[in-house]
């Protein structure tokens, strides 16, 4: 492929550029010391770090710090240390620089540098975009079940749920190929079209999140028109440290058991990292339908990185493995009892035919995946680069990504998947980092994806396919006193291939064209989309603690493969899907508005968003010539015939509404602090009828508040303790989708208990959580850090509307439709420090 060609020529045209940088650049370093405000002693053990360059150091036993292997050039640098307010600063770094740093007490970070959508590392305060962040101690304080549960209550985010094992990310009521995912630095190229297909992440691996609010389409391209998750891994270690963790958490819902064992080092600019983890989970319970038969799920993750640090920047490499086995839920009971049954077939029993029992209590907390099951395996090599030019620097970074997603249906055949997915996808990212140039600074390049998909199972939604996207961009930045501007211009192109296909009408075996039964489940075809995607926006200080920030974007997004190419039945909701080849491209307009505080006592930001957004993709269900749903029985022989039809199709649709979040951390009494949010969002169709006027998963209105009790010293023993208490309110959802019923098969005659709670209203819950913590320490060193939370607890009974199981069918014995989310967790976590370093 020519697109392929022409980046083989530009990954070698780097590696020519790294052989040459190994001799050209002087040189710098940057050092100083640490010292405490009040008392102007050093401060140990404080971090500085160097965001672009993934450089870092910590300070000695007197707040001694020293960093080399800078290029020259101008940096964000960011001071931290546990007990201070983080300290941010800009320095243009030529020669060897000294430089000392005050940090002032305090027990909350209220600055922080970001690095999603921008041109480089930026003070959060100073990006007119709306960002989220989740710092490492956050995800130790809290208990989840995977990489987006972890992060589903943060402001503006939610999750649409298959059960404890499969969350999709959701921002600001938009979700699917909406909200791009980024891991380790690329995009992740995978299948996120399908509704129980989660993302391919390990949350262990995962140091921080950033989580971009709004079209960014101008630095990622198509597929980021609502937002971004970026999933940070941990940062290179300073010079001369060689440390590692081992981590053990265990729940007691579901049984959950996660061990970790990672260890990284550097030495003489050389960073290196490994880690290997697996975790695993029986069914879940609740207080209504206590064991969720096969929402038991495990997965192994194992990474490594190796990165050379040197005078004309640096260059990594980077590889993982995920591997995740994982039941899918599906809610057949028992009439008599309501236990949720197991499907299995028996040889010996009715000619092999499917049928289901109740299981044992051994089945219901087994960690192994029934039929029905996905096996979802995600191979990844990245290569990271950054290359001083001048002051200026070159930013390279390209990937080989390898998705494989099983799916096993059928428990007469139980090692044969039915659908499996396999694609092989590249990515690539170039651009160049401008100098400051006064106040002013800019960044341009290209970056893009390719993916090629085949289905190697026995069923097929959509056709094997291909497509290459390319765009080019450019971004600038500006401050002029108080003001900081930033915006920037991209064009994209997409090209999409589907590949011709034709099977067997009574086996959906493959076949040559117009053979005996022969039917043509894919015809093959070409589209080619573009888009423009611009954001312009900035940033005000109205004082030093209080600042405006307003931005306007436009975001653009071309239909996925299900939405184009679609000919069958989608096993997940049990309907039959048409794609449409001639669908345009989505394109966004979204105003930012925010306020926001920063003060010592208080900090708090409100953000508004209004979202339009033309020619939004959507399932729209069939109607025949009497009016009634479009039943398409094609694929009767294959037993997957008898389904509603559902054709995609577009039109308007607008979002809107924003998030507040308050926090109070009174210097008087650091003992405590409260922290609260509330997300609201709007969204729906333009101009159509009452049934399909509300899209179907916009989140409710959410309220949460945690109080929290900080204890900086407890005893002799224990340090950086805490207490809190959280609770979690979710409204009710009146905003219905009214096509759900039919989307999911439901309808008057045969599920009337089902199709009326599609129609009515969600119903609101509120959580209560409480948790603790702290470092255990002897002679002066963290011997361990223990975590104690108990989420739900009061062992409430609830179904989220984000759960694509709340009108699962009915329970006979209690007239209650759907499966509840999960009772009460208590969840022990505990982490052993590992330092290898060499004595100073």
Same mark, same amino acid.
């Given at each position: 492929?020519?697109?392929?060609?022409?980046?083989?020529?530009?990954?070698?045209?780097?590696?020519?550029?790294?052989?040459?940088?190994?001799?050209?650049?002087?040189?710098?370093?940057?050092?100083?010391?640490?010292?405490?405000?009040?008392?102007?002693?050093?401060?140990?053990?404080?971090?500085?770090?160097?965001?672009?360059?993934?450089?870092?150091?910590?300070?000695?036993?007197?707040?001694?710090?020293?960093?080399?292997?800078?290029?020259?050039?101008?940096?964000?640098?960011?001071?931290?240390?546990?007990?201070?307010?983080?300290?941010?600063?800009?320095?243009?770094?030529?020669?060897?620089?000294?430089?000392?740093?005050?940090?002032?007490?305090?027990?909350?970070?209220?600055?922080?540098?970001?690095?999603?959508?921008?041109?480089?590392?930026?003070?959060?305060?100073?990006?007119?975009?709306?960002?989220?962040?989740?710092?490492?101690?956050?995800?130790?304080?809290?208990?989840?079940?995977?990489?987006?549960?972890?992060?589903?209550?943060?402001?503006?985010?939610?999750?649409?749920?298959?059960?404890?094992?499969?969350?999709?990310?959701?921002?600001?009521?938009?979700?699917?190929?909406?909200?791009?995912?980024?891991?380790?630095?690329?995009?992740?190229?995978?299948?996120?079209?399908?509704?129980?297909?989660?993302?391919?992440?390990?949350?262990?691996?995962?140091?921080?999140?950033?989580?971009?609010?709004?079209?960014?389409?101008?630095?990622?391209?198509?597929?980021?028109?609502?937002?971004?998750?970026?999933?940070?891994?941990?940062?290179?270690?300073?010079?001369?440290?060689?440390?590692?963790?081992?981590?053990?958490?265990?729940?007691?819902?579901?049984?959950?058991?996660?061990?970790?064992?990672?260890?990284?080092?550097?030495?003489?600019?050389?960073?290196?990292?490994?880690?290997?983890?697996?975790?695993?989970?029986?069914?879940?319970?609740?207080?209504?339908?206590?064991?969720?038969?096969?929402?038991?799920?495990?997965?192994?993750?194992?990474?490594?990185?190796?990165?050379?640090?040197?005078?004309?920047?640096?260059? +990594? $490499?980077?590889?993982?493995? =995920?591997?995740?086995? #994982?039941?899918? @839920?599906?809610?057949?009971?028992? %009439? *008599?009892?309501?236990?949720?049954?197991?499907?299995?077939?028996?040889?010996?029993?009715?000619?092999?035919?499917?049928?289901?029992?109740?299981?044992?209590?051994?089945?219901?907390?087994?960690?192994?995946?029934?039929?029905?099951?996905?096996?979802?395996?995600?191979?990844?090599?990245?290569?990271?680069?950054?290359?001083?030019?001048?002051?200026?620097?070159?930013?390279?970074?390209?990937?080989?990504?390898?998705?494989?997603?099983?799916?096993?249906?059928?428990?007469?055949?139980?090692?044969?998947?039915?659908?499996?997915?396999?694609?092989?996808?590249?990515?690539?990212?170039?651009?160049?980092?401008?100098? +400051? $140039?006064?106040?002013?600074? =800019?960044?341009?390049? #290209?970056?893009? @994806?390719?993916?090629?998909?085949? %289905? *190697?199972?026995?069923?097929?939604?959509?056709?094997?396919?291909?497509?290459?996207?390319?765009?080019?961009?450019?971004?600038?930045?500006?401050?002029?006193?108080?003001?900081?501007?930033?915006?920037?211009?991209?064009?994209?192109?997409?090209?999409?291939?589907?590949?011709?296909?034709?099977?067997?009408?009574?086996?959906?075996?493959?076949?040559?064209?117009?053979?005996?039964?022969?039917?043509?489940?894919?015809?093959?075809?070409?589209?080619?989309?573009?888009?423009?995607?611009?954001?312009?926006?900035?940033?005000?200080?109205?004082?030093?603690?209080?600042?405006?920030?307003?931005?306007?974007?436009?975001?653009?997004?071309?239909?996925?493969?299900?939405?184009?190419?679609?000919?069958? @039945?989608?096993?997940?909701?049990?309907?039959?899907?048409?794609?449409?080849?001639?669908?345009?491209?989505?394109?966004?307009?979204?105003?930012?508005?925010?306020?926001?505080?920063?003060?010592?006592?208080?900090?708090?930001?409100?953000?508004?968003?209004?979202?339009?957004?033309?020619?939004?993709?959507?399932?729209?269900?069939?109607?025949?010539?009497?009016?009634?749903?479009?039943?398409?029985?094609?694929?009767?022989?294959?037993?997957?015939?008898?389904?509603?039809?559902?054709?995609?199709?577009?039109?308007?649709?607008?979002?809107?509404?924003?998030?507040?979040?308050?926090?109070?951390?009174?210097?008087?009494?650091?003992?405590?602090?409260?922290?609260?949010?509330?997300?609201?969002?709007?969204?729906?169709?333009?101009?159509?009828?009452?049934?399909?006027?509300?899209?179907?998963?916009?989140?409710?209105?959410?309220?949460?508040?945690?109080?929290?009790?900080?204890?900086?010293?407890?005893?002799?023993?224990?340090?950086?303790?805490?207490?809190?208490?959280?609770?979690?309110?979710?409204?009710?959802?009146?905003?219905?989708?009214?096509?759900?019923?039919?989307?999911?098969?439901?309808?008057?005659?045969?599920?009337?208990?089902?199709?009326?709670?599609?129609?009515?209203?969600?119903?609101?819950?509120?959580?209560?959580?409480?948790?603790?913590?702290?470092?255990?320490?002897?002679?002066?060193?963290?011997?361990?850090?223990?975590?104690?939370?108990?989420?739900?607890?009061?062992?409430?009974?609830?179904?989220?509307?984000?759960?694509?199981?709340?009108?699962?069918?009915?329970?006979?014995?209690?007239?209650?439709?759907?499966?509840?989310?999960?009772?009460?967790?208590?969840?022990?976590?505990?982490?052993?420090?590992?330092?290898?370093?060499?004595?100073?």
């Amino acid at each position: 492929m020519k697109q392929l060609h022409t980046l083989s020529k530009y990954i070698l045209l780097i590696a020519v550029f790294l052989m040459i940088h190994f001799f050209a650049n002087a040189q710098v370093s940057l050092a100083g010391k640490i010292t405490d405000s009040n008392t102007h002693s050093g401060i140990a053990g404080a971090k500085i770090h160097i965001a672009d360059l993934n450089l870092s150091a910590n300070s000695d036993s007197l707040g001694n710090y020293h960093i080399k292997n800078i290029p020259g050039g101008y940096y964000l640098v960011e001071v931290t240390s546990t007990g201070y307010a983080t300290k941010i600063e800009s320095i243009v770094i030529k020669g060897d620089i000294k430089k000392d740093f005050q940090l002032e007490s305090s027990l909350t970070q209220l600055k922080e540098v970001i690095v999603t959508g921008v041109a480089t590392a930026t003070e959060k305060q100073k990006t007119p975009v709306s960002i989220t962040t989740m710092n490492y101690d956050d995800l130790l304080q809290n208990s989840s079940t995977n990489v987006i549960d972890a992060i589903a209550k943060a402001p503006g985010v939610s999750a649409i749920t298959d059960g404890q094992s499969i969350s999709k990310p959701v921002i600001r009521g938009l979700g699917y190929n909406r909200v791009l995912t980024i891991n380790d630095g690329v995009e992740q190229v995978d299948q996120t079209w399908f509704d129980e297909f989660g993302i391919e992440a390990d949350p262990d691996a995962v140091n921080r999140y950033e989580i971009l609010k709004g079209p960014a389409s101008l630095a990622y391209g198509s597929d980021a028109i609502a937002g971004v998750i970026n999933l940070i891994p941990e940062q290179p270690l300073p010079e001369g440290q060689v440390k590692g963790d081992v981590l053990f958490n265990y729940q007691t819902n579901n049984g959950l058991i996660n061990n970790m064992f990672h260890l990284a080092g550097t030495k003489d600019g050389v960073a290196w990292s490994a880690r290997i983890d697996n975790t695993k989970a029986h069914a879940y319970q609740d207080p209504y339908d206590g064991y969720v038969l096969n929402s038991q799920f495990s997965n192994f993750n194992a990474d490594a990185t190796v990165g050379l640090h040197r005078k004309w920047g640096y260059t +990594q $490499i980077h590889a993982s493995y =995920f591997d995740m086995a #994982t039941g899918i @839920v599906d809610g057949t009971r028992d %009439s *008599l009892t309501g236990v949720m049954e197991r499907q299995v077939s028996y040889p010996d029993l009715n000619g092999g035919a499917p049928t289901y029992e109740i299981p044992t209590h051994q089945e219901q907390t087994s960690y192994t995946p029934f039929v029905i099951n996905q096996r979802i395996r995600h191979t990844k090599v990245v290569w990271d680069n950054s290359l001083a030019v001048g002051d200026g620097r070159i930013k390279a970074t390209f990937s080989y990504q390898k998705n494989q997603r099983q799916e096993t249906n059928d428990p007469t055949i139980p090692n044969t998947p039915d659908i499996y997915y396999s694609s092989n996808g590249l990515t690539y990212d170039m651009r160049y980092v401008s100098p +400051q $140039i006064g106040n002013f600074n =800019f960044s341009g390049g #290209t970056n893009g @994806v390719y993916q090629s998909s085949q %289905s *190697l199972g026995t069923l097929m939604l959509i056709p094997n396919y291909n497509f290459f996207e390319i765009g080019g961009f450019a971004i600038a930045n500006e401050k002029i006193g108080k003001l900081n501007l930033s915006g920037g211009i991209r064009y994209d192109e997409r090209t999409f291939n589907a590949i011709d296909h034709w099977v067997d009408s009574t086996t959906q075996a493959p076949v040559a064209p117009n053979a005996p039964n022969g039917f043509h489940e894919f015809p093959g075809f070409t589209s080619h989309f573009s888009g423009m995607s611009f954001s312009f926006g900035g940033t005000y200080d109205l004082s030093k603690t209080t600042f405006v920030k307003a931005n306007i974007a436009r975001g653009w997004r071309a239909p996925n493969v299900a939405e184009a190419a679609a000919n069958g @039945v989608h096993d997940g909701t049990v309907v039959y899907e048409i794609g449409d080849p001639t669908l345009k491209p989505e394109t966004s307009l979204e105003e930012d508005l925010a306020f926001g505080v920063n003060g010592k006592e208080v900090d708090f930001e409100v953000d508004l968003f209004n979202n339009s957004i033309n020619d939004f993709i959507y399932a729209k269900g069939l109607k025949n010539a009497m009016g009634t749903d479009s039943i398409n029985n094609s694929l009767n022989a294959a037993g997957l015939g008898a389904a509603p039809v559902y054709k995609y199709t577009q039109g308007p649709a607008q979002l809107y509404g924003g998030e507040i979040a308050f926090n109070v951390h009174p210097s008087a009494a650091q003992w405590v602090q409260l922290y609260t949010s509330l997300s609201y969002v709007n969204g729906g169709l333009l101009h159509v009828p009452d049934s399909t006027k509300y899209l179907p998963f916009v989140p409710p209105t959410r309220i949460t508040a945690d109080l929290k009790f900080p204890i900086s010293k407890l005893g002799n023993n224990i340090k950086n303790a805490y207490f809190k208490a959280g609770m979690l309110s979710a409204f009710q959802q009146n905003n219905i989708y009214q096509q759900y019923a039919i989307y999911n098969g439901l309808n008057t005659a045969l599920t009337p208990y089902e199709y009326a709670a599609s129609k009515a209203a969600t119903k609101g819950y509120t959580l209560f959580n409480i948790g603790a913590g702290g470092d255990i320490v002897s002679k002066g060193k963290t011997v361990c850090k223990v975590y104690l939370i108990c989420n739900n607890l009061f062992n409430t009974a609830y179904i989220d509307y984000m759960s694509r199981f709340k009108y699962y069918p009915v329970n006979y014995t209690t007239g209650r439709v759907g499966v509840f989310n999960m009772g009460r967790n208590v969840s022990f976590k505990l982490i052993v420090p590992i330092d290898f370093s060499p004595k100073s």
